[in-house]
């Protein structure tokens, strides 16, 4: 099962996922992509930490890809996140999104649970033609990903909105009452 959760920075999806990931297998696996680069690189995968600590995640860092990631079969995977993923492997490796989307495929297909955390919100700007390309890839995953999705939540605010896959909104609205999503 794939379940995306998709928003601006700041929005709130990374801790909803959080949350979504450890209500679902005590088998829990973060598979961290981000590169910190300077304090506030470092600053965010702190704050990330500290965020999902007590959860129970056992901690992978894969920046460029996910075949080393070799959950047990009933474990949830909390992949944080796609958009970091993608900018390493075209950036990094020379890889296309499509590369990126097999990847992810082979990891759903090997575990029961796969929250996907992805930007799904830009900035207007003036972009230069290679973040034009990276931003039009992310688009074209970002779909991709949606469709194969169960689930699809939107995060704004903080507030999971549901996209697709009204069945799992249960356990989210479950969640927002908790936890104050």
Same mark, same amino acid.
């Given at each position: 099962?794939?379940?995306?959760?998709?928003?601006?920075?700041?929005?709130?999806?990374?801790?909803?996922?959080?949350? *979504?990931?450890?209500?679902?297998? /005590?088998?829990?696996?973060?598979?961290?992509?981000?590169?910190?680069?300077?304090?506030?690189?470092?600053?965010?995968?702190?704050?990330?930490?500290?965020?999902?600590?007590?959860?129970?995640?056992?901690?992978?860092?894969?920046?460029?890809?996910?075949?080393?990631?070799? /959950?047990?079969?009933?474990?949830?995977?909390?992949?944080?996140?796609?958009?970091?993923?993608?900018?390493?492997?075209?950036?990094?490796?020379?890889?296309?999104?499509?590369?990126?989307?097999?990847?992810?495929?082979? *990891?759903?297909?090997?575990?029961?649970?796969?929250?996907?955390?992805?930007?799904?919100?830009?900035?207007?700007?003036?972009?230069?033609?290679?973040?034009?390309?990276?931003?039009?890839?992310?688009?074209?995953?970002?779909?991709?990903?949606?469709?194969?999705?169960?689930?699809?939540?939107?995060?704004?605010?903080?507030?999971?909105?549901?996209?697709?896959?009204?069945?799992?909104?249960?356990?989210?609205?479950?969640?927002?009452?908790?936890?104050?999503?």
């Amino acid at each position: 099962m794939l379940i995306l959760v998709q928003g601006a920075n700041g929005s709130g999806k990374s801790f909803y996922a959080e949350r *979504l990931a450890a209500a679902f297998s /005590p088998q829990r696996y973060y598979l961290a992509t981000m590169r910190p680069f300077g304090a506030a690189g470092a600053a965010r995968v702190q704050r990330h930490r500290a965020q999902r600590e007590g959860l129970g995640f056992i901690t992978m860092e894969l920046p460029c890809s996910l075949q080393a990631a070799q /959950p047990p079969p009933q474990a949830v995977v909390l992949l944080e996140d796609v958009s970091n993923l993608l900018a390493n492997a075209m950036f990094e490796q020379g890889m296309a999104a499509a590369d990126v989307l097999a990847d992810i495929r082979a *990891l759903c297909a090997r575990t029961a649970v796969v929250v996907a955390v992805t930007i799904s919100c830009f900035a207007a700007g003036d972009y230069d033609a290679e973040t034009k390309h990276y931003l039009a890839s992310l688009a074209w995953l970002n779909g991709e990903l949606a469709c194969l999705a169960e689930s699809v939540v939107e995060m704004q605010d903080g507030v999971p909105f549901y996209r697709k896959g009204e069945a799992y909104a249960q356990i989210g609205s479950a969640m927002a009452g908790d936890q104050h999503i």
